[in-house]
C-alpha cells in the first residue's frame, strides 16, 4: 500500500509546469530512483496537460494508480500510488484546501457525487496518432540515463516496469 | 565499443577483479543493481560503490556476460583450468548479473563442498542477487541445498563443551540462522508483489528449522500482522499466515491418538491447548474483517477468509463439544498453557509479544474470549457489509455467503 508521488502543477496553456513535488521512492531499487522520479514528473506533467479543468480521473498503468484533479484555476495536483491505496483517500488528500479545515466531510459527501474518470492506460490520454515512445523521446523532463532505462525496460517485458 | 579480443580479455578480466575487490572490502552490502548507462565515460571502471549498494554499470554487462559465462563452460568441458579463487569470482560475477544460471550454482555447491568457499558466503551472495531478482528460483532452490548442508555438518567437538553447552551453541546458531532467513524472505516478499518463491522458501524454512516450535509460529504470525496489512493484496502473504495457523492448530491441539512431532523429543508432547486455538482464529477472523472493511474490494482479503474460517470449521468437527465456551474461565488458563509449552524448547528465539497487546491486557482482565466464530456469525458479518459497498466488494461478499452455504453447509 504504498504512495509513490504527490506533485502540483500548473497547467499552462501548451504545457504543464512543476510547482511542487514529494517522492516517497524507498520501494525501489536504489540505482533506479533517480530514473522512477523522473518518470513520475513527467507522467504527472502529461496527465495534467491532457485533463481539463473542473475534472477528477484516475490513470491505471500497469501496477500504478494516478490520481489527478485540476481545478478551474488551472491548478492540478497528481498522486502516484499502487493499486492497493484505497481511490478515495487519495481524493480527499487531492482536494485538501487548508484553510477549510472542517471541511473533510464536506468533501467526502461531494467527493461521493463527483464523477470521476477512469482511464485504463496512459495510452487512452493521448490524441490519436500520438505515441507515448515518442513523447518519451522528446521530454525534457527525462535525462538520458531515463530514455535508455524506459528503451530497456520496453523490450523486456513481463517483469519489468516501465516507470 | 570496438576492439581486439585482447582488449575485451583485458576489460573484463579488470571488471572482474573490481567486483571482487569490492565485495571484499564492504561486508555490508545491502543490495546490488544494474546501472542504466548506455555508454561508458572515461576510463572509468562500471563497478559504483554508494552507500551500501553496488552498481554495475550496463555498458559493460554484454561484455562481461558472455565471456564469463564461456569461461565457466569451458571450465566445465575441461578445456580450461580455473583455480579455486578464479572459480569463486567467476560464478559471482555470472550470478549477480544472471541468478538463474543453474550451473554457476553448482559449481559454488561443490567448492562448498571441498570447502573452498564457505556456506554463510555463498549465502551472502545469493542474498545479494535476491535484492536485484527477488523471484529468481534457481538461487532460493540454490540456497535450500546450502541450509541443508550448514544442517547437517557438524560442528567441530570442542572437548571443554558440556553436552548441554553444545546443545545451547547448535540451538543459537539455528536461531540466528533462522533469523537471517526470515529477513531474506521479508525483502524478497517487499521487493516483488506476491513473491511466491519467497513465501515458499519462508515455509520451508521454518518446517525444517522450526518444526513444532510454537513460540516462532506465533512470533511469525504476530510480527507478519502489519506487512500484510500493508499489502492487502499479496496473496503468497496471507497463504503464509495459512500456514501458520495450520502449523499452530497442529502443535497445539493435535487430533486425538497422535502428536504433533514424533522426532523431536526435547519438546514435550504439548497439551491440547483448546480455548487457544479458538483465539487463534478469533484474532485472525477479526484481523481479516478489520482489512476487508477498511480496504473494500480486494478478492485476496476474502480468499483469506475462506481459509481461515475453512480451518477452524474443519478442526471443530475433528473436536466436538472442545473449545473456550465452555465454563470455567478459559481465559487465564489459555495464557499460562502458551507459555508453558514454549518452556523446554531448546531454541530460543528473541522477537517482540508473542501476541497481541489488547489480548494480553484482555486476558489478564479475565475479560472471556470472543464468542467462537460460525456459519451464522459469518452470515452476520456479510449482511452488515451489503449496505453500502460499491460493486466489487458486494460481488465478492456475496460469493462468500454462497460459498458458506454450498460448501460448508447448514449453518453449526
Not at chain 1, 15 to 37: G, H, I
Not at chain 1, 140 to 161: I, V
Not at chain 2, 253 to 281: I, K, M, T, Y
Amino acid at each position: 500500500m504504498k504512495l509513490y508521488s504527490l506533485s502540483v502543477l500548473y497547467k499552462g496553456a501548451t504545457k504543464s509546469n512543476l510547482l511542487k513535488a514529494a517522492f516517497d521512492l524507498s520501494s525501489f531499487s536504489f540505482f533506479q530512483r533517480s530514473s522512477v522520479q523522473e518518470f513520475m514528473t513527467f507522467t504527472s506533467a502529461l496527465i495534467v496537460e491532457r485533463t481539463s479543468q473542473g475534472t477528477r480521473a484516475s490513470v491505471k498503468e500497469q501496477e500504478y494508480l494516478c490520481h489527478v484533479y485540476v481545478r478551474n484555476d488551472s491548478l492540478g495536483a497528481v498522486v502516484i500510488a499502487d493499486t492497493e491505496y484505497p481511490q478515495r483517500v487519495c481524493f480527499t488528500l487531492l482536494d485538501k484546501n487548508p484553510r477549510e479545515a472542517d471541511a473533510m466531510t464536506k468533501v467526502q459527501a461531494e467527493l461521493d457525487e463527483t464523477k470521476i474518470i477512469l482511464h485504463n492506460t496512459m495510452e487512452s490520454l493521448l490524441e490519436r496518432g500520438e505515441k507515448l515512445d515518442d513523447l518519451v523521446a522528446k521530454s525534457e523532463h527525462l535525462g538520458n540515463q531515463s530514455k535508455a532505462f524506459y528503451k530497456t525496460a520496453r523490450k523486456q517485458n513481463s517483469c519489468c516496469e516501465i516507470m | 565499443m570496438s576492439g581486439t579480443g585482447s582488449e575485451v580479455d583485458v576489460l573484463v578480466q579488470r571488471v572482474v577483479r573490481d567486483l571482487s575487490t569490492a565485495l571484499n572490502r564492504n561486508r555490508n552490502i545491502d543490495e546490488i543493481g544494474l546501472i542504466p548507462c548506455p555508454e561508458a565515460r572515461y576510463n572509468r571502471s562500471p563497478i559504483v560503490m554508494v552507500e551500501n549498494k553496488l552498481g554495475v554499470e550496463s555498458w559493460c554487462v554484454k561484455f562481461l556476460l558472455p565471456y564469463v559465462h564461456n569461461k565457466l563452460l569451458l571450465y566445465r568441458q575441461r578445456r580450461l583450468w580455473l583455480d579455486r579463487q578464479a572459480l569463486v569470482d567467476i560464478t559471482c560475477t555470472l550470478l549477480l548479473l544472471n541468478p538463474d544460471l543453474t550451473t554457476a550454482w553448482n559449481v559454488r555447491k561443490e567448492l562448498v563442498e571441498c570447502g573452498a568457499l564457505s556456506p554463510e558466503r555463498d549465502l551472502y551472495l545469493g542474498k545479494l542477487a535476491l535484492s536485484k531478482s527477488p523471484k529468481s528460483p534457481e538461487t532460493w532452490i540454490h540456497r535450500r541445498w546450502v541450509l541443508l548442508h550448514l544442517l547437517q555438518k557438524a560442528p567441530p567437538a570442542d572437548q571443554n563443551q558440556t553436552d548441554a553447552e553444545r546443545s545451547r551453541l547448535l540451538g543459537e546458531q539455528l536461531a540466528q540462522t533462522l533469523q537471517q532467513e526470515m529477513k531474506v524472505c521479508a525483502d524478497a516478499a517487499c521487493r516483488y508483489p506476491s513473491n511466491y518463491n519467497a513465501w515458499s522458501h519462508r515455509i520451508w524454512v521454518l518446517q525444517r528449522l522450526a518444526k513444532g516450535n510454537v513460540k516462532v509460529f506465533l512470533d511469525e504470525l504476530s510480527s507478519m500482522r502489519p506487512w500484510v496489512s500493508a499489502h492487502v493484496s499479496d496473496h503468497s502473504g496471507f497463504h503464509y499466515r495459512q500456514f501458520l495457523l495450520q502449523e499452530l492448530t497442529g502443535a497445539l491441539a493435535p487430533p486425538a491418538g497422535c502428536s504433533s512431532n514424533g522426532e523431536r523429543s526435547a519438546v514435550e508432547e504439548p497439551p491440547h491447548d483448546l480455548p487457544a486455538v479458538q483465539q487463534l482464529f478469533c484474532h485472525e477472523l477479526e484481523l481479516v474483517s478489520d482489512l476487508i472493511r477498511s480496504f473494500p474490494g480486494h478478492e485476496t482479503l476474502w480468499s483469506h477468509r475462506r481459509h481461515v474460517f475453512f480451518l477452524w470449521h474443519r478442526w471443530k468437527e475433528q473436536h466436538p463439544g472442545d473449545g473456550g465456551d465452555e465454563g470455567g474461565d478459559p481465559a487465564e488458563g489459555a495464557q499460562t498453557r502458551l507459555s508453558q509449552t514454549s518452556a523446554g524448547v531448546p531454541m530460543e528465539v528473541e522477537r517482540g509479544c508473542s501476541s497481541d497487546p489488547q489480548d494480553i491486557k484482555r486476558l489478564r482482565r479475565g475479560v472471556p474470549l470472543p464468542q467462537p466464530p460460525t456459519s451464522q456469525t459469518e452470515h452476520v458479518f456479510v449482511s452488515g457489509l451489503l449496505d453500502g459497498c460499491g460493486p466489487e466488494q458486494r460481488s465478492f461478499a456475496l460469493a462468500y455467503r454462497k460459498w458458506l452455504d454450498t460448501v460448508v453447509g447448514v449453518p453449526s
